[in-house]
């Protein structure tokens, strides 16, 4: 499953496409120029049960080394994957 990725500078989105309609996203805003605020996460069910929502937030995750930046997670599906996983929380 492929993860899209849009940002504008001051909103983004990862989101997954699913024969040709938005089948899930995680939206986040810029907080200053090195951080950002994950917001909400939204999947169909057609992807449930394939981790659609936790290949988003590691997604992000790997946005936010590359960027060198940090993510706050305030959506609760969001928090919870960073809690769950240890290895992940040097973005926190």
Same mark, same amino acid.
């Given at each position: 499953?492929? %993860? &899209? $990725? ?6 983004? /989105?990862?989101? %997954? &496409?699913?024969?040709? $309609? ?17 917001? $909400? ?5 057609? &992807?449930?049960? /394939?981790?659609?929502?936790? *290949? ?10 590359? /960027?060198?930046?940090?993510? %706050?997670? &305030? ?7 960073? *809690?769950?996983?240890?290895? %992940?929380?040097?973005?926190?």
């Amino acid at each position: 499953m492929e %993860i &899209l $990725h849009e940002d504008d500078g001051q909103k983004g /989105k990862f989101y %997954i &496409l699913e024969n040709g $309609h938005q089948a899930a996203e995680m939206t986040y805003t810029w907080a200053g120029t090195d951080r950002i605020i994950i917001d $909400h996460t939204a999947v169909d069910p057609v &992807l449930r049960g /394939k981790n659609a929502g936790k *290949q988003m937030v590691m997604k992000s995750v790997e946005f936010a080394r590359q /960027k060198g930046i940090k993510i %706050i997670p &305030l959506c609760p599906f969001a928090n919870s994957v960073f *809690q769950k996983s240890p290895e %992940i929380r040097d973005v926190l």
